[in-house]
């Protein structure tokens, strides 16, 4: 296979082989430049079940919450000081600029670092029941294994909102890096490791459909399931839990409407249309891929995209100068090609974009392309999810309007609003039928901000102290303080 890196799963706190192997590619040269483990059904079931002999053993389950959170801390640290490597991995690994990479690590380890310090401030609840010899209370108790299912982009963001409620509550966890460039999750787990957390607490491995994915979240021993990616996959791991009847939330995807009006100023807000469908190269389930402009500044807004888009440095995603880099996989830039073909055939006008830049042949760049599809308002681009680089413009008079097509989705995941008119953003807010609304700005996250969406976005939230709660179930407790002898149950008084 040549002499490349090779990774490694981490099951029970040892660094295993897969059943398999495969090759991961750089998608910036289009060549293979590491070995991935494939864990298979045997590998998968071993982790799980490492999970959960750690979950009941005394030296995870008897730890303090505060020592918890210590172990936690001690990740966000590692993560902090190896936010370099871990970003030249996944640039590599995914295509993702390295400006980008190293940004989201860093910013990562502020996520489990808030996770760490909610690990002693779950807290349980008095009930003022109404038996007066009674006293009942509510404990917080942890949920029991996790199974955790991630995308390759941005994984250890989406990774940290996952294991860090979940491992703050108390839980354990296998965590499932995707098929698709999976080195950065794998080359964290050497943290994960370092850190100290007790054999079986925390383990990372990546495979393949039914040896890997079906098995663990099928699996009896699992509890909680939180997934990560396509409304396709989601359905599949639903009908998994009716093996094992394990709580599951759907992080999905998206077709976010980012609506512009009149009096907004031109010059503040094209910057946030830009990183909301150009940054990560589109690819992020929260792109604000259909942008929704009133009719008046439409000519003038188009002409600013196109020379925005036009003016984006593609280069080698290693480059710290570069602004832009290649798609992850083939099969999404074969996507995107389709879908804009299909676009233009159907009467979508292409305002720039809309092919490979020259001098990549052979590798899975695309170029920024921006289509009016105002005429031609169910046209792929405009309907389907594509996680790339593609701005479909449309085209409304009035408030109304631009509720209506915002809300013609089956996605709900985000939205943004631009304008000056605090009274119309309000009532957008209320109207745009989506998890996330971005108010003149878009794609910014918090570890306090909860965020998921509706429909076939997804069910459930992630982030903010709610979703550490989600990894725990109320303990109810009864305890009778009358010194009297307990009522016979079959003489009536």
């Excluded at 798609?327 to 305002?351: H, M, N, P, Y």
């Excluded at 119309?424 to 108010?439: D, K, L």
């Amino acid at each position: 296979m040549g002499d490349f890196p090779v990774f490694r799963n981490y099951i029970d706190g040892s660094f295993v082989e897969g059943s398999s192997t495969f090759e991961s590619i750089n998608p910036s040269t289009g060549e293979t430049w590491a070995i991935m483990p494939a864990a298979g059904a045997a590998d998968t079931a071993r982790a799980v079940e490492a999970a959960n002999r750690a979950f009941l053993s005394r030296e995870w389950a008897g730890l303090t919450p505060t020592a918890r959170g210590k172990l936690l801390y001690r990740l966000a640290d590692l993560l902090a000081e190896n936010a370099q490597d871990l970003a030249e991995i996944e640039t590599i690994d995914t295509g993702k600029i390295i400006r980008e990479t190293k940004g989201q690590v860093g910013y990562t380890a502020d996520y489990v670092r808030y996770f760490a310090g909610l690990a002693d401030k779950i807290e349980g609840s008095h009930l003022p029941i109404d038996k007066e010899e009674l006293e009942v209370y509510l404990r917080r108790e942890p949920i029991g294994v996790v199974a955790a299912i991630v995308p390759w982009n941005s994984q250890l963001f989406l990774a940290a909102v996952k294991f860090g409620p979940a491992l703050a509550a108390g839980c354990t966890i296998v965590l499932k890096a995707s098929e698709d460039a999976p080195g950065p999750l794998l080359k964290f787990a050497e943290l994960v490791d370092e850190a100290g957390f007790p054999p079986g607490v925390f383990n990372v491995i990546t495979g393949f459909g039914e040896e890997c994915g079906q098995v663990l979240t099928s699996h009896p021993d699992v509890a909680r399931i939180a997934f990560t990616g396509g409304p396709g996959t989601a359905r599949q791991i639903v009908q998994n839990s009716a093996e094992n009847l394990a709580y599951t939330t759907l992080e999905l995807g998206g077709k976010s409407p980012v609506i512009v009006f009149d009096d907004v100023n031109l010059d503040s807000m094209i910057n946030g249309v830009v990183a909301g469908i150009f940054g990560a190269a589109g690819q992020s389930c929260v792109a604000g891929s259909r942008l929704l402009v009133q009719r008046r500044v439409k000519d003038e807004l188009i002409g600013r995209l196109k020379a925005k888009a036009e003016d984006i440095l593609i280069g080698d995603p290693s480059d710290p100068a570069t602004e832009y880099g290649p798609l992850a996989t083939k099969a999404q830039i074969d996507k995107v090609e389709r879908v804009v073909e299909s676009s233009i055939a159907a009467g979508a006008i292409l305002i720039t974009g809309g092919a490979r830049p020259e001098g990549y042949q052979g590798k899975q760049y695309y170029l920024p392309t921006i289509l009016d599809c105002s005429n031609v308002k169910d046209a792929d681009s405009v309907t389907e999810e594509l996680f790339g680089p593609v701005l479909s413009v449309l085209t409304f008079d009035t408030e109304d309007e631009a509720i209506a097509m915002a809300n013609s989705t089956n996605f709900g995941l985000a939205g943004g609003v631009f304008t000056n008119n605090l009274a119309r953003a309000h009532r957008m807010i209320r109207a745009v039928r989506s998890g996330i609304i971005w108010v003149n700005t878009y794609r910014v996250v918090s570890p306090i901000a909860p965020f998921g969406g509706f429909g076939e976005s997804g069910l459930g939230r992630e982030g903010g102290m709610e979703s550490v709660l989600d990894y725990t179930r109320a303990k109810t407790v009864w305890i009778n303080t009358s010194d009297a002898p307990i009522p016979d149950p079959f003489k009536m008084r």
